[in-house]
């Protein structure tokens, strides 16, 4: 019998990113970026955490709901590390997007871009790696 998701689910799922979301919104208005040039480093870390985690969610409730059933661990890890992809790239694909047609800088070089892609990754990697060893237990 397949229920919607609760609001708990639901605040699990989608807070995590809309924090992240924010934190970036006002570290660019207030400069953050500019006046400390590692800022970007952990942004692009808990962004992969943060997305990792609410694909984590997501997966773990289709479960609990029998809609999806993944019997390897190791199939749970490179799911949630896929999405972490795709969420980073998504998110490099934008700023390529806005420094082509707006001219913004987003992206400072290419070397920055696999930089970031990385970092999001390595966050990722965390929350993929440790939320499924801690849920099959």
């Not at 997966?59 to 799911?79: G, V």
């Not at 490099?92 to 871009?113: K, R, V, W």
């Amino acid at each position: 019998n397949k229920t919607k998701m609760n609001k708990q689910t639901i605040y699990k799922l989608a807070l995590p990113p809309f924090a992240v979301l924010i934190i970036h919104i006002v570290a660019m208005l207030v400069g953050w970026y500019e006046k400390f040039w590692w800022f970007d480093i952990p942004m692009h870390l808990i962004g992969g955490v943060a997305i990792t985690y609410s694909a984590f969610v997501v997966l773990d409730y289709f479960k609990k709901q029998n809609i999806l059933s993944i019997k390897w661990m190791p199939l749970d890890i490179l799911i949630l590390l896929g999405l972490a992809a795709l969420a980073a790239t998504t998110w490099e694909l934008m700023e390529f997007t806005f420094d082509l047609y707006f001219n913004t800088g987003l992206q400072a070089s290419l070397l920055d871009t696999v930089k970031d892609l990385c970092i999001g990754l390595i966050g990722g990697g965390i929350v993929a790696i440790t939320s499924t060893l801690i849920n099959k237990k």
